[in-house]
């Protein structure tokens, strides 16, 4: 049943309220009933050396015994609610106006009366009640003084009749009642305003523990309302809430990262083991071939047969190259190590090295440059596999007598590289897929002369590792560029 925050702290504050308003009522029906004690005593602080003076108790320095007794005597007629002792110098009770079986003590204590006298100690003072053995009453008191010396006194207890109870009393009076309510309802508001206060606060956390709650059931992979605002006025549980949600939407995309790259593990895979197996088998078959039938076979058609099983093997060689390329790319064992050299330098050894294929296609390959092309600043080996990747595709993917552009621009800070051709092109919606491993669009497929799919993955890796990027730009059947950036050496 308070399970919830909100009902602790409320049960806790009620009892803490519940305690403070019993001891706020308890100092203030005391702090009250003191009040009318001092009042009641400074009043009639007089009284008895008033009626010692009337009665003509002493005079003349002498204490006159039988008008106490009248006194006694006439008191015991008129009001015997006046309660009227003489006392001896040690504190015994010599005379009263009351019934013998009402008294009860035989001695009072002089201390408060000495203080009395003296006038050293604030009212209300407290002495001895004949009556009444427990409890102490506010008095009136006058030495008997004879011949210079204290022979007693005169002693008058003022709360004659005793009330049943101090609270009984106190809650008879109006002023009293009316300020007892006042607490009361102070208190009462005071606690209201703090609950709901309380449960302002707790229903934000109740709120973000429903949220966690939510975000637990749907398997830690789906965050509502994920946008929250952060600013300065925020409080801890603002923060609190902030981090949950920053954690939250990490946790989702990692999550959906690990799940796609789960998928793409699996497709890695299927794609490898295909792309293995194809020019695997392919070999075998024609070395099996050349195996079995070596007899019957002319040179030429052996030579034919060993130069295809060679391509074939050549592919296999190939690709496991680019994997394992790939993989290091990947596991960031390679450290692009850069330096200054010409782009203009790498990209002719580059062409020339794809002389003998362009030139038997007849494919011009031109490139166009700036004579002020400064040194760029990027890693010489890795940025030759980029523009060979390029080149190639460009080559593979451009009919017989097409043509290739590879032109070198100064940006700000930067040299553009744009290598174009006027081949087949790529279709609009497999543009954004083309970086991505093993994928090459149905038409490549079908094409035996088709690589695996790494060529664009292991360049767009590469420059990432430069820090740059690389876009393409395509019109199907009018051809497609390729186009990045490197930063300019600064000497
Ligand atoms: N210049 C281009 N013109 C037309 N299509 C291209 C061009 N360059 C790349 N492509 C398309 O993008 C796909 C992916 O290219 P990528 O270089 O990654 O793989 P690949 O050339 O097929 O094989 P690999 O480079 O691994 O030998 C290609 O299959 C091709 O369809
Ligand atoms: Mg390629």
Known sequence: MFKSLYSKLALTLF??????????????????HLYQLETQQKLNKDLAAHIAREYKIFENGMVYEDRLQDLFHAFMQINPAIELYSIDGEGKIIG????????????????????????????PIEGSDPRDINNNKIFSVVPLIQSGKTRGYLYIILAGERFSSVVSHLMNSYIINTSTWVIIIVLAMSLLLALMVFRYMTRRLSTLSEKIEQFKQSG??????????????????????????????????????????????????????????????????????ILRKSDELNETDKKRYIKTALQHSQRLANLVSELFELARLDANETRPKCEAFSLPELVHDVIHKYWLMTSKRNISVATRFDESLPFVHAD???????????????????????RIDIILTRTDGAVTVQVRDNGCGIAEKELPLIFERFYRPEKSRQQS??????????????????GST????????????????LPIHQA
């Open 449 to 466: 002369s088709g690589g695996a799919g790494l060529g664009l993955a292991i360049t767009k890796r590469i420059l990432e590792l430069h």
């Open 96 to 123: 009263y106006n009351a019934p013998d079986e009402s008294i009860v003590r035989t001695h009072i204590d002089l201390q408060p009366v000495k203080d009395f006298i003296q006038g050293q100690r604030g009212f």
């Open 470 to 485: 690389i876009q393409a730009f395509s019109r199907i059947n009018q051809g497609t560029e390729f186009r990045f950036n």
């Open 380 to 402: 010489l080996g890795l940025i030759e596999r980029v523009i060979q990747n390029l080149l190639e595709n460009a080559i593979r993917y451009t009919p017989d007598d097409g």
């Open 220 to 289: 830690f992979s789906k965050i509502s309302d994920s946008q929250i605002r952060h600013d300065r006025s925020s409080d801890e549980i603002d923060d609190l809430t902030y981090s949950f949600y920053e954690m939250a939407n990490t946790i989702v995309r990692q999550l959906n990262k690990l799940k796609q790259s789960d998928v793409q593990r699996r497709e890695l895979i299927a794609n490898v083991s295909h792309d293995l197996r194809t020019p695997l088998t392919t070999l075998q078959g024609y070395l099996e071939t």
């Open 15 to 32: 009892a803490l309220f519940s305690l403070l308003a019993a001891l706020l009522l308890f100092l203030h029906l005391y702090s009250n």
